[in-house]
């Protein structure tokens, strides 16, 4: 039977008064005492299948003591679910106040869904407060929780009043609550609060919640979350946090679940900065470059000649030569503007060259593959989607790119009816549709496909930074893809989501999104978009 830890029970200044000052706790208490009594007896409703025999029931009394006191033996045993040494330690019953820093994908969440029903199981009519950063996040949570717990074989059901909701029939409630202020306050005198996802949930909605702990001097409270920059009450916490709390760090490399190979593509598709962050639980900061200054001037290069003479597609039609490579593939991305923004288009070349080395086990020879951003060019401003049109039509039909150039453009907005208006317009080769979004995950719908603003920055960036990516110096607009790559800043939203936003006095990234979109698919060419075929 496991031993107490007194370091996390002594009821002293309560360990959260440092970010709520409006607690004030000055309690002293044994062990136990911040938990609610276990039932004595067992019953229909939490207990083990009645004995047969003297001999039994002290058996049976014996394991469900044994279960209350030790949750790790309680989802082995019951649940069919075997923690690894940092869960166990999130687990322990005796650990009243916690904070987790994880990396991503480590299982945070279900083991906070694991806690919130030991504690819903065991110690009747306790209530229990699940918190995500958004309804479908704590609408999950609250579903993994019944789940487990419909594994106990228990008739359950919900609050009424309360969607997201499990009620248990030893009148213990599970409620999963969004990470909002307004939708927090009300519920008095919770036995236990989790927060999943901490770093992301609103330094107001956790302000709104701390005086409910305050009115149960016994209430426990755990914060598990990977990190989002240098700030909130997780960050504070994690930086400040007493004794009374039990501190647990499990970076990627520490959790047998996340596979190297998992890691290795991750870190060839996510920044520095941000790799850092979601796997090795950095705090990183946030108002600072994207890129600095050696990168940039790394990138750029006169060895890359421009795709058009004079940087002017125009002037193949009076009989200037070209400078196309007829083994690339063209990539031609367009971010849309209009009256206050440009339209920028990029054309990022990928060729293909094999090698005279190959390889010793297959004999086939070695294949690189180059990228360089041969054209940069911004249109006026007020020029209409129609000329954009004609424009980007123009080019794909351009002798220099014709039969070997796909289309990626911005359909975010009024992009979509572009994207319609170039059918009619004899544009040649593929057209990608990309909608950016604020999310996390990639998605694909009948508009086209759904990327995170961050990450197709994120893996400009990360080319660049790696000398993946060159970049012609003498197209008409690179000075001005520079002046906003070196002005991009990195910023944490108030629920702890990174994002990238144009710095300087003409806060532009039209260049760097069009360049973006050309990397993404020439670097990805089947990333789950929704590709149309115009001959």
């Excluded at 309690?27 to 003297?54: F, G, I």
Aim: with cysteine; glycine share 6%.
């Amino acid at each position: 039977m496991p031993q107490a830890r007194t370091n996390n029970l002594a009821i002293g200044a309560h360990p959260i008064s440092a970010h709520a000052p409006h607690l004030h706790c000055s309690t002293s208490a044994t062990n136990l005492q911040y938990l609610r009594r276990p039932s004595a007896k067992l019953s229909n409703d939490t207990a083990e299948p009645p004995p047969h025999n003297r001999q039994e029931a002290i058996r049976t009394q014996a394991t469900h003591l044994l279960h209350t006191l030790d949750p790790v033996t309680f989802v082995r045993d019951r649940l069919h679910f075997t923690p690894d040494p940092h869960q166990q330690q999130v687990l322990d019953l005796f650990a009243r106040f916690g904070i987790l820093n994880c990396s991503r994908q480590y299982g945070k969440s279900t083991v906070t869904a694991l806690k919130a029903v030991h504690r819903a199981y065991f110690f009747p009519n306790s209530t229990i407060l699940v918190l995500s950063p958004t309804e479908r996040q704590s609408a999950n949570l609250v579903r993994k929780c019944r789940k487990f717990l419909q594994q106990l074989d228990l008739p359950l059901k919900g609050d009424p009043h309360h969607r997201s909701s499990i009620v248990l029939p030893n009148g213990s409630v599970i409620y999963g609550l969004p990470g909002t202020d307004d939708t927090n306050r009300g519920y008095s005198a919770p036995d236990l609060v989790l927060i999943d996802e901490a770093s992301r949930v609103t330094e107001d909605a956790f302000q709104a919640l701390t005086p409910a702990l305050a009115t149960n001097l016994q209430a426990g409270l755990w914060l598990m979350s990977t990190p989002a920059g240098k700030q909130g009450f997780f960050y504070n916490t994690w930086i400040t946090a007493g004794p009374e709390w039990t501190k647990i760090q499990v970076k990627a490399t520490d959790c047998p679940r996340i596979s190297p190979e998992h890691l290795a593509r991750e870190r060839a598709i996510k920044s520095e900065t941000l790799f850092a962050q979601e796997y090795l639980c950095q705090f990183t900061e946030g108002g600072c470059a994207l890129l600095n200054i050696e990168n940039l001037t790394d990138a750029v290069t006169p060895e890359v000649l421009p795709l058009f003479r004079e940087g002017n597609p125009t002037y193949i039609l009076q009989g200037h030569p070209i400078n196309s490579n007829p083994n690339a593939r063209y990539f031609i991305g367009v971010d849309l503007g209009q009256q206050r923004n440009f339209t920028a288009i990029a054309i990022l070349q990928r060729e293909t060259r094999t090698l005279d080395t190959r390889d010793p086990v297959t004999f086939a020879p070695h294949i690189e593959e180059t990228y360089a951003v041969r054209h940069l060019e911004r249109l006026p401003l007020g020029t209409s989607y129609s000329e954009v049109a004609d424009y980007i039509a123009f080019l794909t039909r351009h002798i220099a790119v014709t039969g070997r150039c796909e289309v990626i453009l911005d359909a975010t907005g009024l992009g979509a009816p572009v994207a319609d208006m170039l059918r009619s317009r004899g544009m040649k080769g593929p057209l990608h549709r990309v909608i950016l979004t604020g999310g996390d995950n990639q998605t694909t719908n009948q508009i086209g496909t759904g990327i995170p603003r961050r990450d197709l920055i994120s893996r400009l960036h990360l080319a660049i930074e790696q000398k993946k990516l060159s970049i012609a110096r003498d197209t008409p607009a690179t000075r001005d893809l520079l002046k906003e790559l070196a002005n991009l800043e990195m910023h944490y939203t108030p629920a702890g989501r990174l994002h990238y936003e144009p710095g300087g006095q003409e806060k532009q990234d039209d260049l760097t999104i069009a360049t973006s979109l050309a990397w993404w698919k020439a670097q990805i060419p089947k990333a789950g978009d929704r590709t149309e075929r115009l001959l």
